[in-house]
């Protein structure tokens, strides 16, 4: 069984950055496709990026398309998610997943980190 680990949330004033961090056991990354979601309270739960087991191919919801980057350091078995300019609207706790598959649903997703908060302050 594969096991995620999410960290590097906090609080942070709108504008500014954060870096989370997914490590995975094993040789996890090798062969799935890696995905971060983020879930608002009282909203479902919502894709953010995605970057393939090959780092050939990544996707990012347009709400955070040209802020956030995905990407993964393969000896340190870790994904990334360094999130630039956040917005008091990106507050939400934020899990890192793997797929079989490229995808972006989170019903593709099989294997879940415990997730991480992030809040962006006004």
């Known amino acids: 069984q594969v096991q995620l680990v999410e960290s590097g949330g906090g609080l942070v004033q709108a504008g500014g950055s954060l870096r989370l961090s997914c490590a995975a056991s094993?040789?996890?990354?090798?062969?799935?496709?890696t995905g971060w979601f983020r879930q608002a309270p009282g909203k479902e739960r919502e894709f953010v990026a995605a970057?393939?087991?090959?780092?050939?191919?990544?996707t990012y919801a347009d709400s955070v398309k040209g802020r956030f980057t995905i990407s993964r350091d393969k000896a340190k078995s870790t994904v990334y998610l360094q999130m630039n300019d956040l917005k008091p609207e990106d507050t939400a706790v934020y899990y890192c997943a793997l797929s079989t598959i490229w995808a972006s649903r989170a019903y593709q997703y099989n294997s879940w980190g415990q997730g991480t908060q992030v809040t962006v302050s006004p």
């Open positions: 970057l393939s087991w090959s780092d050939a191919d990544t």
């Open positions: 094993g040789r996890a990354f090798s062969t799935y496709t």
